[in-house]
């Protein structure tokens, strides 16, 4: 068929064109590489003539619209030029893309060029791929065989019809061109016309069979990538080279001040080579004051064509690694610890030989510091082809604060040859614990701080890697520590957790809060392997829990609400797989008796009119508390509770449901109120309904880093804000009657920052309904020393209410008032201010006795034009005065938002 096409093809239709087209787009050529050109050669080859094409057509695509396709914030325009044309046996297929000004995520990215050619002789795809924007200079050269150029067969078969309908020794097409130009500005159509098929031509002069890549970098500027790339959090500049072709694959990268993830990886060096026998492997770094080096030699087979590496275990390798003075801070880029952990490690490891004859070291060796006292901390791992030991040791050798000892005499060559089966490999191990709670904090999760005790018990390892078995006891006495998210220090603190075999329990939990305790108890059993399980090693576990927690009187804090007494009982059924989770909550007999206390609100940062806030955006998937992989169904039972005060009744009760799939969330049910009465600003009022619920939807991956990449809008103050999936949501109506005036109250959307919405009947202002509830009076002006405008502005500050906002600012008076003094204090200077509306700021300054060249009497106005442009004018007595243009934007990539924490929850 292919000789057929060569010597007998005709022109084909713009329909076949298309599929060839639709081919090139979803083979793994490189049109859809960020690369940008190389300088063009010194002494260019003399050009191949170009023919004129048999069909040739352009258009200008809007890359938005690709964008929506490949779910990617793209903008700008694209000039896509497709060609067939060439000489037999020379006729192939060339596409030319060229966008002069790319954007992605709002982000300039440069100009990128593809240009790509199919021909259907059999040599495959090639092209050469370039960007060429602020971030640096990019280009690559690719090529790819036939047998991974899925679009040759299709164009074949598209243009098979055509081939077969040509009567035998008929000469090729005639010289015809439907053609629409669009030309670039400044560039003109033949610029690109007749040297794309030439080009390509000169770059595919000896690709080889196997996938040919060159790509060079300069300079690339890595923060400007993590624009683009969120989750990369990179910085400083790199320069390298990569290539890929028949001999193997190549790589060299030098970094000058790199950071990853907010952690310095200084001068960094690095030189990969795969090839047909070896990899070989260079790389030096400085993350934050450390060195690390590495030097490595593994036998590999490597299939350019295939991209597939595989380890010739009968081989000898040789690996050394060597990092000194690493800290918490030099780990930055692949953990976050806590700012309490400080320690400094050396780390020494070595691998020599082939499987059969192994001998890999590894050690760990420095100091662990918990702000009392410095702990020796020593390390050791050593495998071998039937042997396998683990010792590591916290504290001084005659007095360890913690020691492990693990062995596991694992036939390694067996087992890579699939000879033996992992799963009975025999286990066994001890831990013997004295480590005191304050060392152990650092690596606790953030919310657990200032612990005091020790945690002590000895737990032995037992059985196979299969079906391990852990026997022994651990626990805490008289322990204490304080629980940040429940604003609470516990006490007497006890805990016993025993070990048997399958199961652990734990007989003791109790402590105590304030006046009230905790008591709780519980047992978890799992299975690591099932008997008759043939699949991967701990594939197939199941972990299944109880557990119960009894509070009473415990103190329960939030700002914003009164303290109160909780009364509860908890109960947890839970069951774990690799693929399911399945966990029933029920909460019974809840009793929440308020006091009158009232933990004091802390002071709000300034905020400033000028300022539009970011929406938070779509939740990532990691940042997400029920996020994870597989499904979830979560329950929550409330059959019924109360709340009590002084001016306070709540009853409530119900079941939600969350189920996850993958990354969507559906939600049944939802906690209701069943009535109750609490008073505002003195005034009664009576709940007419409420629900609590968690809002559903999709954490989607990619709009979260569209989010985080500038495709978040700037909210105006006017847009309530949107609840995310798994956001926490409210909705509570209440109505009371205040000096002949029914006023309504709901708070509607997420608890983050609900709106507030005021009404009344007649029909008032928000801000006289506010007036009304303060004073008692709607033509009140704020006669209780500034009480309505602190209460408003305390509102808008925990609500969402634009027009209660707007509202302020027309009753405010005088927004600004200061006193300062000039060279001493018989010159002083007083401002006053006023924020007539959202846009306009008025300002006087008098300055006795100022100097002759200054202004006495001088006035300011600032005018927003728009959130980024501000207009600010200085006049005065004196003729000194400035008028400025202000432009403000953001730089650097903020830090990933803290969780709103349960007490920042707005509640009526």
């Keep these: 068929m292919r000789r057929l096409i060569r010597r007998r093809c005709i022109a084909p239709s713009l329909a076949a064109a298309l599929v060839g087209l639709m081919a090139i787009c979803a083979a793994p050529a490189a049109a859809r590489l960020p690369f940008a050109p190389p300088p063009p050669p010194a002494t260019a080859p003399a050009p191949i003539p170009a023919p004129a094409p048999w069909f040739a057509a352009s258009a200008t695509v809007p890359l938005d619209r690709l964008g929506a396709v490949a779910n990617l914030p793209l903008a700008g325009e694209a000039r896509v030029q497709l060609r067939v044309s ?31 050619f199919v021909p259907l002789d059999g040599d495959g795809v090639r092209g050469r791929v370039s960007l060429d924007g602020p971030a640096g200079r990019l280009w690559a050269d690719v090529a790819l065989p036939e047998r991974l150029s899925p679009g040759i067969g299709l164009i074949e078969a598209a243009l098979a019809p055509w081939a077969t309908a040509a009567p035998a020794g008929q000469p090729g097409p005639p010289e015809t061109e439907a053609e629409t130009q669009t030309e670039s500005e400044g560039e003109a159509a033949s610029d690109e016309a007749p040297s794309a098929l030439d080009t390509l031509q000169e770059i595919a002069a000896d690709w080889a069979e196997a996938p040919v890549v060159r790509l060079r970098f300069e300079a690339l500027d890595l923060e400007r990538l993590t624009d683009l790339w969120p989750d990369a959090a990179l910085a400083g500049r790199a320069t390298g080279t990569l290539s890929l072709d028949a001999a193997g694959l190549r790589a060299e990268v030098e970094l000058v001040d790199g950071a990853w993830r907010g952690g310095a990886l200084g001068p960094a060096r690095a030189r990969v080579y795969i090839g047909e026998e070896a990899t070989r492997i260079t790389a030096h770094a400085a ?42 801070q030099a780990l930055l880029a692949v953990s976050r610890f806590h700012p309490a952990a400080d320690f400094e490690v050396d780390i020494a490891a070595s691998l020599y030989g082939s499987l059969d004859t192994l001998d890999a070291r590894a050690t760990a060796r420095g100091t662990l510091r918990d702000g009392e006292a410095e702990r020796p901390l020593d390390l050791e791992l050593r495998v071998g082809p039937q042997a396998q030991d683990l010792r590591a040791r916290i504290g001084e050798a005659d007095a360890p604060l913690l020691a492990l000892v693990m062995s596991t005499p694992a036939p390694l060559v067996p087992l890579r040859r699939a000879d033996a089966d992992p799963a009975a490999v025999p286990l066994g191990g001890t831990l013997d614990l004295a480590l005191p709670l304050a060392t152990l904090m650092p690596y606790l999760p953030a919310a657990v701080v200032a612990p005091r005790g020790a945690l002590s018990g000895q737990i032995t390892a037992s059985g196979t890697l299969g079906q391990p078995r852990l026997d022994g006891a651990v626990g805490i006495t008289d322990g204490a520590l304080t629980v940040v998210a429940a604003n609470a220090r516990l006490f007497d603190l006890d805990l016993a957790l025993r070990f048997a075999g399958d199961h652990a329990t734990v007989e003791t939990l109790a402590a105590r809060s304030g006046r009230g305790r905790l008591d709780g108890g519980g047992v978890a059993r799992w299975t690591i392997t099932p008997a008759a399980h043939a699949g991967p090693l701990w594939s197939a576990w199941r972990v299944t829990a109880e557990g119960r927690l009894a509070l009473d009187d415990i103190p329960l804090v939030r700002p914003g609400l009164p303290a109160g007494l909780l009364d509860a009982g908890v109960r947890l059924d839970a069951v774990a797989e690799p693929a399911q989770t399945t966990a029933d909550i029920r909460v019974e007999a809840v009793d929440l008796r308020l006091t009158g206390f009232r933990l004091a609100d802390a002071r709000p940062i300034a905020r400033n009119g000028a300022v539009r806030r970011r929406s938070q955006g779509t939740l990532r998937r990691a ?27 709540l009853e409530f ?12 969330f559906t939600v049944d049910g939802g906690i209701e109120t069943r009535g109750g009465r609490f008073r505002l600003f003195d005034n009664p009022f009576e709940l007419t309904g409420g629900r609590f619920s968690i809002e559903p939807g999709t954490i989607d991956p990619q709009r979260a880093v569209a989010v985080a990449i500038g495709q978040a809008h700037l909210a105006e103050v006017d847009t309530a804000p949107a609840a995310d999936p798994l956001d926490p949501t409210i909705d509570v109506r209440a109505a009371g009657r205040v000096v002949e005036t029914d006023v309504k109250v709901r708070i509607v959307g997420p608890s983050r920052r609900p709106s507030l919405i005021l009404e009344s009947d007649p029909p008032l202002p928000e801000y006289q309904i506010l007036t009304l509830l303060i004073t008692g009076r709607v033509d009140a002006i704020d006669e209780r020393n500034g009480e309505v405008r602190r209460q408003a502005a305390k509102l808008i500050d925990r609500f969402h209410n634009p027009s209660l906002a707007r509202q302020l600012y027309d009753r405010l008076g005088v927004d600004k008032l200061g006193l300062k003094f000039g060279a001493s204090v018989t010159n002083p200077i007083l401002t006053v201010g006023k924020q007539i509306n959202r846009r306009l700021y008025v300002e006087t300054v008098y300055h006795h006795d100022a100097p002759p060249d200054a202004n006495e009497k001088e006035a300011r106005v600032e005018y927003r034009l728009s959130p980024r442009w501000t207009v600010d004018t200085v006049a005065g007595d004196a003729g000194e005065g400035s008028l400025g243009l202000f432009w403000q934007t953001t730089f650097g990539r903020p830090e990933k938002p803290a969780a709103e924490q349960e007490g920042e929850e707005a509640s009526p």
Excluded at 292 to 321: G, I
Excluded at 653 to 664: E, F, K, N, P, S
């Design 86 to 116: 060439g000489p037999l046996p020379r006729f192939g297929l060339a596409l030319v893309v060229d966008a002069p000004a790319v954007e992605i995520g709002g982000q300039p990215v440069g100009r990128f060029r593809a240009r790509v």
């Design 287 to 328: 993350p934050a004051g450390g060195r690390v080096r590495l030097h490595a030699r593994v036998p590999t087979t490597f299939a350019p064509e295939r991209l597939d590496l595989s380890w010739r275990d009968r081989a000898p390798m040789t690996v050394d690694l060597a990092a000194t003075g690493i800290t918490p």
């Design 623 to 649: 940042d997400a508390w029920l996020a994870g992989d597989g499904d979830l169904d979560l329950t929550l039972h409330l059959p019924g509770g109360r709340v009590e005060g002084d001016d306070t009744a």
């Design 653 to 664: 009760g119900g079941a939600v449901t969350v189920r996850r799939r993958g990354d969507d």
